[in-house]
């Protein structure tokens, strides 16, 4: 079945960096695109970035573009968000998305905050 775990969330100071790691099982990798979505307290889950099967095409909420980078390792089967200089507002849980046809699959999430 379709695995996802994150890992590399944390406590990091404004402007800090953090890159977070979705190990991906369970289905053909190199085949999908992948996204990151994020959750704040009492919001709405949203959209954060989005990667194309070969890791060739990629996208950004505007509130990210220039601080995040995503990125895909189709020989490890893992998806990557780097976030350089992290804002208070990022605060979030992270989790990594695939999508299959109308299936959503999800990972547990990893708690990211962004506090001095």
């Known amino acids: 079945q379709v695995q996802l775990v994150e890992s590399g969330g944390g406590l990091v100071q404004p402007g800090g960096s953090l890159r977070l790691s979705c190990a991906a099982s369970?289905?053909?990798?190199?085949?999908?695109?992948m996204s990151w979505y994020r959750q704040a307290p009492g919001k709405e889950r949203e959209l954060v970035a989005g990667?194309?099967?070969?890791?060739?095409?990629?996208r950004y909420a505007d509130s990210v573009k220039g601080r995040f980078t995503i990125s895909k390792d189709n020989a490890d089967n893992t998806v990557y968000l780097q976030m350089n200089t992290l804002k208070p507002e990022d605060t979030a849980v992270y989790y990594c998305n695939l999508r299959i046809g109308v299936q959503n699959y999800w990972g547990q999430g990893t708690q990211v905050t962004v506090s001095s």
């Open positions: 369970g289905f053909t990798f190199r085949f999908y695109a």
């Open positions: 990667i194309s099967i070969g890791g060739g095409g990629t």
